[in-house]
């Protein structure tokens, strides 16, 4: 079946199970209106707040989902929390107190019979709320993830029903900022009480923080289904085997037959099922079998396939129930192998490169379609996996869009730290009941790959014990359950005897700006790992480094008076030396790099623009470090971090404003699938296949250059008819010494500064990967400060194509170098016609270099509702001053006055007065296949 139909036909099934489900959202982005207001001051009884008659005396727009202190920044009630350092002057004890969410809705209408009773669904709040509903409470939610339905068919008038949730705060001992509280209060979101990337947040994240909806459902309905798949030894078939709960609302005894079906496919197995008044019981069904299935694969190893499996109730021959789960077909199994953890999917063994995402956004205001942005980002840097730090994210639009986008899931629970004696969460019970629910709720999805108690820690025996026991029983033990983050080994005493039971993690750190070679040689220290604080690759959980902003997003947090030099107002962003604003990222080594390598900055334009070429070196030598080692002992590497939560300087790939730092372009070159890389310790050129298929036929190319542009012959070379199984490393050449009559040396470089660029071709001859540095063969190696002395080349830009599919601009832009000097390190960015910045925009790469006399053609995407009319494509050599490169039309508002039925995907080509012609040779604006381009 085409990718396109199947998608089509699963998005129309799940529109018509939406509809027969009636689910009826209460968002406020789905229109819904909400009253806030604090329960301090002369408020009357709990029950009376849910009352038609009572209206508070003040209250604000609620934002649901969202929390109480969100909503009071949306109303204007605070200055702008993500400038300078307003969110640390915030009246904390406004906050944290108690506060009530408002809202009234009528009765919902079946469309359909058979549709009897209404429910009302709470899918997270935090963290503790009590439930009104037209002056009667219905119920007490002790949460962060816990997932609450009640059903209120009796209690509904027909109109004018007012739901009240009255939120309360953690213990009022935990919340000052002085306070400790982690541990105690969890489940919840820890980094809220400030971590060393993000402010403490006034309220704690208090409020109702996930969805809440009516659903109208049958007299039996279903719920939470379990859709569980095995793969024969080969691969070539699979077994699904579908099972749900089912609970009876009614009083009275029911008889219903239950149908699953398999979609694409649509293969179905039926079931009857009697259950007793009011009754709740697991079925399984019959399995399914499907012949040579659609695996979900992580990206870069295959398609990350989905299927889905529709329920359906029915009772005498109608339906009066339905319910559609998304699952992929796949199968986990992990090995420890020369001492490092593997995970293993469908068979094969996959290469984790990754991130660790701290929060979704500080204030938690991410939600629904962001979280596909942010995944399909984490895509683009041919990430395959995130680490959830923490459990801090729990909303499922997250995980939709990793199944979607193909990003395994390293999943923490919500612990930190070592454990002394029996301490821990204040509520065990609570903390296992939500940690049940998160595993009933996450363990459809394909990408779900590990389950991680601690973060750098261990649990209590006892609380491990039960972790574990939660896991086995209601994930069936599918996924791997690792009690410490940083630390393979199930408990401290087994770490401490050293008795080789560890899985093999290699430990956590360091999180600052190393030099290149480093990674090379040595992997990086890790602390905590399971050999103790050997130096080790391994699988590494957190690995970091300094990540400076680019210089335009520095001014939307910046007061003009604190752009430079380094001041109080960066350090309240997290650069700093102190611990406690980012301090394990070193500022002032990091600063001290930038300067070293790149000069003395005369500003904070200057520093940021410096900054983004020490964060390309230094993520992609991290990245290309484990490369290198792969399997010995290399078998995983996820960076800290890859999604911001706050304005910052540190820790992050695009920024909390989508721009691209330094950081996302090296991660992204080095984690390429296929990948031609430079070891600068060892002087090997390897190339690095973990597509999970053999390659042959390649030709790579060596291309060594001095400043000037010209080319170092004798250290260049070309090699052909190269192989590489799956999964591997093959070196191409030594760089030090000869090789097959090759004479591509090293050594005829003389002491100075050089570039290097590799290129990679595929037995087609097409370019697959290219690769590009800047190295000093000085003694001191990392002085580039003679990239300050290269002319300007006037670089040119011109837009080759574009077009607009489903909202997105696609565009074709060439930049070329017509000097006779180098371009070095082109950065390319958008604007609109205001000067406003487009964002995100992903493109091919950037910080490009072009040798004299060449051109590169760079493919960009990005959402066209960002564009404000005409569209800029800026330019900037690194050392000069930006130049607007190219200026895209606003090729939507053109009025093309041609017939559309005549103009079909079949390639024909009218030009913008709709006549028929035959070329493309003139400049301007032409219909091609049905499509708008600009030539």
């Not at 689910?23 to 038609?52: C, E, H, N």
């Not at 680490?387 to 979607?404: H, L, P």
């Amino acid at each position: 079946m085409k990718k396109g139909l199947y998608l089509l036909l699963v998005l129309l099934f799940a529109t018509q199970l939406a509809m027969a489900n009636e689910k009826i959202s209460l968002s406020s982005y789905a229109g819904q209106k909400w009253q806030l207001f604090g329960a301090t001051g002369s408020m009357p009884a709990d029950v009376r707040v849910s009352k038609p008659t009572w209206q508070p005396e003040s209250s604000i727009d609620g934002i649901v989902p969202g929390t109480a202190f969100a909503a009071y920044v949306a109303a204007g009630e605070e200055e702008d929390p993500n400038f300078s350092d307003n969110i640390y002057h915030v009246d904390e004890t406004k906050y944290n107190v108690a506060h009530w969410y408002r809202t009234s809705f009528d009765r919902p209408v079946s469309a359909e019979e058979g549709r009897t009773r209404t429910i009302l669904t709470f899918e997270g709040i935090n963290r503790t709320a009590y439930v009104f509903l037209n002056g009667k409470k219905i119920g007490t939610i002790k949460g962060h993830v816990l997932k609450v339905r009640y059903d209120i068919t009796d209690l509904l008038q027909d109109k004018d029903n007012f739901l009240a949730v009255k939120i309360m705060m953690m213990k009022s001992e935990w919340l000052p900022r002085t306070s400790s509280f982690v541990n105690y209060c969890c489940p919840t979101y820890v980094a809220s009480h400030s971590w060393d990337w993000m402010p403490y947040v006034p309220g704690l994240n208090t409020g109702i923080t996930n969805d809440v909806y009516l659903e109208v459902v049958g007299d039996v309905t279903v719920r939470d289904p379990w859709i569980r798949t095995t793969l024969s030894d080969n691969y070539t078939k699979a077994v699904v085997k579908p099972q749900t709960s089912l609970v009876n609302l009614t009083a009275e005894s029911q008889t219903v037959k239950v149908k699953a079906t398999i979609f694409p496919g649509n293969k179905s197995v039926t079931k009857n099922v009697t259950l007793a008044a009011g009754d709740s019981i697991d079925i399984i069904m019959p399995n399914v079998t499907i012949e040579n299935p659609s695996l979900w694969w992580p990206n870069g190893y295959g398609e990350p396939n989905l299927y889905t499996c529709d329920f359906e109730v029915e009772r005498e021959g109608k339906q009066i129930d339905s319910f559609s789960q998304t699952f992929g077909i796949r199968e986990y199994s992990y090995t420890k192998e020369n001492t490092a953890f593997v995970v293993h999917l469908n068979g094969k063994k996959i290469y984790c490169k990754g991130g660790n995402w701290g929060m979704s956004e500080y204030m938690l205001r991410t939600h629904d379609a962001e979280y596909d942005l942010r995944i399909k980002l984490h895509k683009d840097m041919n990430f395959n996996m995130i680490r959830c730090w923490t459990g801090c994210v729990t909303d499922e639009e997250f995980y939709d869009a990793c199944d979607k986008y193909g990003i395994m899931v390293w999943d923490d629970f919500w612990l930190t730290g070592p454990y002394v004696g029996l301490t821990g969460p204040d509520d065990r019970t609570e903390f296992l009941a939500n940690a049940r629910d998160k595993v009933i709720r996450l363990r459809n999805h394909p990408c779900e790959a590990v389950w991680c108690a601690d973060n750098e820690g261990w649990p209590y025996d006892e609380l491990n014990d039960a972790l574990r026991d939660i896991i086995a029983t209601y994930d069936g033990g599918e996924r791997v359950y690792m009690p410490n983050s940083h630390n393979g080994y199930y408990t401290a005493a087994a770490y401490n005897a050293k008795d080789n039971t560890g899985w093999g993690l290699s430990g956590s750190g360091w999180w600052q700006s190393f030099w290149p070679e480093d990674y090379f040689d040595d992997g990086i220290w890790g602390g905590g790992g399971d050999k103790g604080d050997k130096v080790d690759w391994g699988f590494r959980s957190e690995l970091g480094s300094g990540a400076f902003d680019t210089y335009e997003s520095m001014l939307e947090f910046t007061p003009a008076d604190k752009m430079w030099p380094r001041n109080d107002i960066w350090e309240k962003h997290f650069f700093s030396d102190d611990g406690a604003y980012g301090g394990g990222a070193s500022a002032s080594d990091y600063y001290n790099k930038v300067e070293t390598n790149y000069g003395t900055c005369s500003g904070a334009e200057q520093f940021c623009e410096r900054a983004q070429l020490l964060n390309i070196e230094v993520s992609k030598a991290a990245f290309e470090g484990w490369n290198a080692h792969l399997w010995n002992t290399a078998t995983g590497l996820l960076y800290w971090m890859s999604q911001p939560a706050y304005p910052s300087h540190l820790w992050q790939t695009y920024d909390y404003f989508f721009d691209m730092t330094g950081i996302y372009w090296g991660a992204k070159k080095a984690c390429e699938p296929v990948h031609i890389q430079w070891n600068c310790y060892s002087n090997d050129v390897d190339i690095i296949n973990t597509t999970g298929k053999d390659l042959s036929g390649m030709r790579a190319e060596i291309e060594a250059y001095k400043m000037t542009g010209a080319k170092y012959d004798a250290a260049s070379g070309s090699y052909s008819n190269i192989s590489v199984t799956q999964n591997a490393v093959k070196k191409v050449t030594n760089m030090n010494t000869p090789d097959d009559g090759h004479s591509g040396r090293l050594s005829g470089i003389a002491s100075t500064m050089f570039f290097l660029r590799l290129k990679l071709y595929d037995a087609g001859g097409n370019l697959i990967s290219q690769n590009f540095y800047w190295k000093n063969k000085a003694s001191s190696s990392h002085n580039y400060q003679n990239l300050n002395n290269i002319a300007e080349a006037g670089v040119t830009c011109e837009v080759l194509s574009t077009s607009v599919e489903e909202g997105v601009r696609h565009m074709c832009v060439k930049i070329s170098n017509p000097a006779s000097s180098v371009a070095f390190a082109l950065r390319m960015r958008l604007v609109d016609e205001n000067g406003r910045r487009i964002l995100p925009v992903i493109m091919d790469e950037n910080y490009i270099t072009l040798m004299p006399g060449e051109s590169q053609i760079v493919n960009m995407e990005y959402d066209e509702a960002l564009t404000h009319g005409n569209t800029k494509v800026l330019v900037k050599q690194y050392n000069y001053a930006e130049t607007t490169g190219a200026v895209v039309n606003g090729i939507e508002d053109v009025n093309t006055n041609f017939n559309k039925n005549t103009t079909s995907n079949d390639g024909r080509i009218y030009n913008i007065n709709g006549q028929r012609v035959n070329s493309t040779q003139q400049k301007g604006l032409y219909i091609i296949g049905g499509k708008k381009v600009i030539k």
